[in-house]
Each structure stands twice: as structure tokens, then as C-alpha cells.
């Protein structure tokens, strides 16, 4: 079998970014990307319409959201309350948030689901307190150009580091599967397949109930 470390995936065990806060308990993957938005082959050009719904009215015309402030264009850490990602399990709500800019999430609580399609992705969910997931909301909205910095493989994270501050470091948790497969750079399933698609052949040939029309022929 063709050995992991021959696969072309980053290893993602630090994201650096600026922040931007989504408040609220509860907010389902309807939010995240309505489904009318869905129907696309692709999800290229998912990121304008993430949390659509909350940024414009029925005329399109912008409404008070995080998202459409200038301040936080350019934001890639967004910083969430608890059972972020609930609802349903489409995949394209992740991909949203990641076609608008965002590489990781720190909250105080994900949907099982949805952190494992963030997984796939590449994105780390860190989980915190509510205190403390507040506390980092709030600094975020005083510093919107301030830097977080998350440690995957040390469930730490930093922010607000000043030349003249140390800044603040917290314990975060980072799911053990999730942080072993983000750290060894073995997130990305559908690549490991690809690339082990001979032996997936082979043992597909193997199996007695495995029609021979089914199995795909080597490239």
C-alpha cells in the first residue's frame, strides 16, 4: 500500500488569522448556506452566499452582520457558540464558510457531523468554554486586525500579542481523532484513497460479491 507519508497532504497543526465573531446557540447548517443555494455541481462560488439569510433582507439589501463589515473581509478564524453546524449534514456548509475565507473554528460546541465535513476539509473545530469562547468574542470585535493563533497539537490558543504583551494564551480541546489526523496530515480521505487506489482495486477483486463490472479499471 502506498505509504501516508507519500500523499500530498499538508499537515494542519497551527492556523494563524484574524478573527471575526457569529454569535448564537444553535445556528444549523440552513443558516450556514440555505438550500436553495445548493443545487450546484461544483462548490466553487459558495462563499458569497454563507449565512445569506442573515446578511440580506428580500431585497438583497444588506442587513447587520459580521460578514458584511469591511473590518472582517478578511478574517479566517471565526469564533462561534455552542452546537454550531447542527441540522442537517450537508457538506456544503463547511464549504462555504471555507470558499468565503474561513480556516478554522473555535467554539463552545459542534455538531458531530459538521466537524467531521470541517475534518475533511482540512478545517479544525476547537472547542472552549462559553466564558471564554465570550471573552475571545469580544476581544475579537475590539480587534478585528488582531492575530489568533491556534495550536492544534498543543489545544492551545493565542491572541492579542502585542510587541508589549505576551498576549493571552487558552486550553482549547481538539478531538483526539481530529487532532491526530489534522497533525499527521492524514485528513484528506478522498486523497489517501486516490492514492491507494490500487490496493482498493486488488481487494475489491478479492471479494466474492463484488461484480467485476463494479470495480473501476487502473488508470
Given amino acids: 500500500m502506498t505509504d501516508v507519508d507519500e500523499v500530498e497532504i499538508p499537515e494542519v497543526d497551527y492556523v494563524a488569522g ?13 443558516q450556514i448556506i440555505p438550500a436553495r443555494f445548493m443545487k450546484v455541481v461544483t462548490f466553487d462560488g459558495l ?28 478574517s479566517s478564524v471565526m469564533v462561534v457558540n455552542s452546537n454550531f453546524g447542527c441540522g442537517s449534514s450537508r457538506e456544503h456548509a463547511p464549504q462555504a464558510l471555507m470558499r468565503w475565507g474561513i480556516d478554522a473554528i473555535v467554539g463552545e460546541s459542534f455538531a458531530e457531523i459538521f466537524a467531521g465535513n470541517c475534518l475533511a476539509l482540512g478545517i479544525p473545530t476547537v472547542t472552549a468554554d462559553s466564558e471564554t469562547i465570550q ?9 478585528p486586525d488582531g492575530e489568533i493563533e491556534i495550536d492544534v497539537e ?4 493565542t491572541y ?6 505576551a498576549g493571552e494564551t487558552i486550553d482549547v480541546t481538539v478531538d483526539d481523532a481530529q487532532r491526530k489526523a489534522l497533525v499527521e496530515g ?12 490500487g490496493e482498493v482495486r486488488k481487494k475489491a477483486e478479492e471479494l466474492p460479491y463484488v461484480e467485476a463490472s463494479a470495480i473501476p479499471e487502473a488508470e
Fill in 135 to 143: 471573552e475571545l468574542q469580544d476581544w475579537v470585535d475590539e480587534q
Fill in 18 to 30: 484574524t478573527g471575526i465573531p457569529i454569535r448564537g446557540n444553535d445556528i444549523d447548517t440552513d
Fill in 186 to 197: 492524514v485528513w484528506d480521505t478522498t486523497a489517501l484513497m486516490k492514492a491507494n487506489a
Fill in 47 to 74: 462563499g458569497e452566499f454563507a449565512f445569506f439569510d442573515q446578511r440580506f433582507d428580500e431585497d438583497d439589501e444588506p442587513k447587520e452582520h459580521p460578514m458584511n463589515e469591511e473590518r472582517f473581509r478578511d
Fill in 154 to 157: 498543543a489545544e492551545t490558543v
Fill in 160 to 165: 492579542g500579542v502585542p510587541e508589549s504583551d
